[in-house]
């Protein structure tokens, strides 16, 4: 396994994460040889981090693709920059990882599919919740049929964001749909995943209560008809004040043939049957977790094995959902998912 150099655009905030994650678990597979961001502080502060020079430090995208030829990039900038870096990125030859969600707006999620598909190289979204032992566990529960056939799958995401700044940036508070961009583009992704089946039409609302420090909706409702005869329904709620069940701790429900299962967190599965006990068990463990497993498999597939579950080109389709929420939010009506592809 050879040493892969990397273009990093971001330094700071979950880019600083995924700066971290390497240095502590990928140092013998990662090495970042240029570095992006606008903020020159947070540049300095990893460069001395990571051993950089001046010379390997940039605050604009096309003067570090021009200057740096690496491996791959890496993309963990805010969602409207995502479409440009990955883009010149690719089309400087390099493979890219870039953050949740794929963009800003489904135009530039089309553009990057394109490149990525014009290009042929590897492009790998991060959706990191997916790798979480009881995810995992439900999904193989789903698959090898051990309740019978799926019915529908309820998810629930409750935070408690009432004070302004309080989700992590200011950004979200301001931005439009923060909700659906930045929460439940992971929870549509995740009910795509436990239901084993893509969305094909959706409906439902969004609303903004006076009391909420979001300047845009903070909360909706959406149903969801599925390609493979299963449903599924989310509620989403950044104005949460009572029930808790925010990242990591987000409830799933699955209603199956034989019974039912209830996972909220960590590794503990429950499963309901008519006439029995209630049954608890920790999920098995997983060599890797959340971001790591998306690198490991990341670097695997630049070296020739599978591609990514999550590749740009597949997880378009949990993108379009929220663009379909988000429009029909507006007036209720049904959106097909097709429409948006
Ligand atoms: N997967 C997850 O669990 C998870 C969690 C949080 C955030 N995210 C995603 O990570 C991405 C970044 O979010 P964040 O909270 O770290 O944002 P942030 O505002 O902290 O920005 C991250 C870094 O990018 C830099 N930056 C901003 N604009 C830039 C530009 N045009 N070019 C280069 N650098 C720029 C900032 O200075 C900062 O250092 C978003 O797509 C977000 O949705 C994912």
Not at 48 to 58: A, H, M, R, T, Y
Not at 116 to 141: C, F, H, M
Request: glycine share 10%; charged share 25%.
């Amino acid at each position: 396994m050879s040493v892969k150099t990397c273009l990093m655009f971001g330094g700071g905030g979950m880019a600083g994460g995924w700066i971290g994650h390497w240095i502590n678990h990928f140092r013998d597979r990662i090495k970042i040889i240029g570095l992006v961001d606008v903020n020159e502080e947070i540049l300095e502060k990893q460069a001395d981090l990571l051993g950089l020079g001046k010379d390997q430090l940039f605050t604009s995208t096309e003067e570090a693709v021009d200057k740096v030829r690496a491996d791959f990039a890496g993309v963990a900038t805010p969602p409207q920059f995502h479409a440009s870096q990955t883009i010149s990125a690719l089309e400087a030859g390099m493979p890219v990882i870039c953050e949740k969600p794929i963009a800003g707006t489904i135009e530039d999620a089309r553009a990057m599919v394109d490149t990525a598909n014009r290009t042929g190289l590897p492009v790998s979204i991060i959706q990191n919740y997916r790798y979480a032992r009881d995810k995992q566990e439900v999904r193989r529960i789903v698959d090898e049929g051990r309740l019978g056939r799926l019915q529908h799958v309820i998810g629930r995401y409750a935070c408690d964001y009432r004070k302004h700044c309080s989700w992590g940036k200011e950004w979200r508070h301001t931005m439009d749909y923060a909700l659906l961009f930045e929460g439940s583009i992971h929870h549509m992704d995740m009910l795509r995943f436990l239901s084993a089946g893509d969305c094909e039409t959706l409906t439902g609302f969004g609303w903004n209560p006076e009391w909420s420090s979001f300047k845009h909706l903070s909360s909706g409702m959406y149903l969801m008809k599925m390609n493979n005869g299963s449903h599924c329904f989310y509620e989403g709620n950044s104005t949460a004040a009572g029930i808790i069940n925010c990242w990591h701790k987000e409830y799933y429900r699955l209603e199956l043939e034989k019974g039912t299962v209830e996972i909220a967190g960590g590794k503990d599965i429950t499963i309901h049957r008519m006439d029995k006990q209630v049954e608890q068990y920790e999920a098995p463990e997983i060599p890797w977790e959340g971001h790591n497993h998306l690198f490991d498999e990341f670097l695997n597939w630049i070296d020739g094995d599978k591609p990514a579950d999550t590749r740009i080109q597949e997880n378009i389709k949990s993108f379009a959902m929220i663009l379909a929420a988000m429009d029909s939010g507006t007036d209720g009506a049904v959106r097909k998912i097709a429409d948006y592809l």
